[in-house]
T-cell receptor, first 114, second 115 residues
């Protein structure tokens, strides 16, 4: 069975500071990994995805994530956070079987201090 | 613009009543999904459909029902059997059900409150 853990429920950073959101996954084969962002009362929007190739992937809004197989991690980073980045962030793993169902972490809420 | 439309955005019902949430997509996607979101619990899969006239239970299907009579539409009915129906409901789609390396596209959700 696949699973995703986001260890940090809530993170607060100052505007302009760097950001790293952690994601650990459990899956027996090569994982297909995603980061989504959700603004309050809205649906989820894809930030970036990884399924093969370069382990450092670039996404929208200046985000990047690094896949580390040895650590079963797919952490999301941004060098300089903007106030508009305040939102909830979800890491998800896709299955190579299982009807394409994705498993989501519980999310990390990001607060940005002025 | 292509996308997923969920309606209504807010829905209020009395306990004991069934209620149907609408989900329509014009992305020409084969697979569609319903998720429930509660604070601090991430997204949990209720039902999913890989093709028209076919659907499967997800992890928390009890008290819910769906239909998939058209490719574009995947309505979710929350029945009176659902013990705790108040939640935020998200509809999503994917190009094909086995395109596990392609992302989900989400609607903007329906917030259901049952009192």
């Amino acid at each position: 069975a696949q699973s995703v853990t986001q260890p940090d429920i809530h993170i607060t950073v100052s505007e302009g500071a760097s950001l790293e959101l952690r994601c650990n996954y459990s899956y027996g084969a090569t994982p297909y990994l995603f980061w989504y962002v959700q603004s309050p009362g809205q649906g989820l929007q894809l930030l970036l995805k990884y399924f093969s190739g370069d382990t450092l992937v670039q996404g929208i809004k200046g985000f990047e994530a690094e896949f580390k197989r040895s650590q079963s991690s797919f952490n999301l980073r941004k060098p300089s956070v903007h106030w508009s980045d305040a939102a909830e962030y979800f890491c998800a793993v896709g299955a190579s079987a299982n009807a394409g169902k994705s498993t989501f972490g519980d999310g990390t809420t990001l607060t940005v201090k002025p | 613009d292509g996308g997923i439309t969920q309606s209504p955005k807010y829905l209020f019902r009395k306990e004991g009543q069934n209620v149907t949430l609408s989900c329509e997509q014009n992305l020409n996607h084969d697979a569609m999904y319903w998720y429930r979101q509660d604070p601090g619990q991430g997204l949990r899969l209720i039902y999913y459909s890989q093709i028209v006239n076919d659907f499967q239970k997800g992890d928390i299907a009890e008290g819910y029902s769906v239909s998939r009579e058209k490719k574009e539409s995947f309505p979710l009915t929350v029945t009176s059997a659902q013990k705790n129906p108040t939640a935020f409901y998200l509809c999503a789609s994917r190009v094909y059900s086995d395109s596990y390396n392609s992302p989900l596209h989400f609607g903007n959700g329906t917030r259901l409150t049952v009192t």
